[in-house]
């Protein structure tokens, strides 16, 4: 798989209601009050690249790099679990992606899954989905190596915040817990093409969840969004992973300015890391 620069156009749509939807690079639309003025003013100043030349902010790179997965796979029908929704904006972009046909893939459907913790964020998520018909279900929990439950952090406002997540200690909510081999039996995934991963430090955790399905090769893409330096993803999931995943991707998080197959991109906080069955190559 090389990866490469895919260019697209955003489609002329029309919102679910006549006020309250903005229009989103793909076509489809995420409800205006999900994001506070102070988050979207916060998040345009922490990812301004400190240099006077044009550089790519790590939303574009993940975006190129679920878009070469998209052209990547060879199937009618692309299936993702999107673990750590937030405001369910990957699955909203596969949506869009494919029932938009933004590139020559040849997928012509998807289904997703996306889970939550956070009540607010999943009740967004659930609304983007049902008011825009997108072939997805919302779950409201969180994802790690066990069934059952776990405290969650939901402490911060739900506009200006989507760094919520699983705190045994401080967790001021008690939501379900799913592993992912759970997930997929249970809403019926046979097979997930993409993994879409942003659990704020569950990472790890979430894919032993997916062991027999890892084993049974029924997980073809991993994309991890990591964190923190400390818990070092990059080493221990390509280890968990191995030897059946290449690496595909790996900027590690704070890198500052690094260069990617893309060009240029400025990663102040986050890292990525993208790894692919080998079977598929």
């Known amino acids: 798989m090389q990866l490469r620069t895919l260019k697209t156009l955003t489609p002329d749509t029309t919102p679910p209601d006549p006020e309250g ?25 922490a990812h301004t690249p400190p240099v006077d030349r044009e550089v790519l902010n790590m939303r574009d790179v993940e975006t190129q790099l679920l878009l070469n997965m998209v052209l990547d796979i060879r199937k009618q029908e692309i299936t993702m679990f999107e ?55 919302a779950v409201h929990g969180a994802v790690t190596a066990h069934d059952g439950s776990v405290r969650f952090d939901a ?35 046979e097979h997930v093409d993409i993994v879409h991963l942003d659990v704020q430090g569950e990472e790890y955790n979430a894919l032993v969840g997916a062991e027999r399905a890892l084993a049974e090769n029924r997980i073809d893409y991993v994309l991890v969004a990591s964190h923190d330096r400390e818990m070092d993803f990059h080493e221990t999931i390509p280890a968990l992973l191995a030897p059946d995943f290449d690496i595909l991707f790996d900027v590690r998080p704070k890198a500052g300015i690094a260069n990617t197959v893309f060009g240029e991109a400025f990663f102040p906080s986050h890292g990525l890391l993208v790894l692919k069955r080998k079977a598929l190559a």
Request: charged residues 20%; contains cysteine.
């Open 21 to 45: 939807w903005q229009r989103l690079w793909h076509g489809f639309f995420q409800l205006e009050h999900v994001r506070s003025p102070e988050q979207r003013q916060q998040t345009a100043l």
């Open 83 to 137: 673990l750590g929704a937030g405001r369910g904006d990957w699955c909203l972009t596969l949506a869009g992606v494919i029932e938009h046909r933004l590139i020559p893939c040849m997928a012509r459907s998807y289904r997703c899954l996306a889970i939550e913790g956070e009540p607010t964020h999943y009740e967004w998520t659930r609304t983007h989905f049902e008011k825009q018909h997108v072939n997805a279900v």
């Open 155 to 189: 402490t911060t406002d739900p506009a200006s915040h989507y760094g919520q997540a699983i705190d045994e200690r401080r967790g001021n909510l008690t939501v379900p817990a799913y592993t992912v081999d759970t997930l997929m039996a249970e809403h019926g995934f």
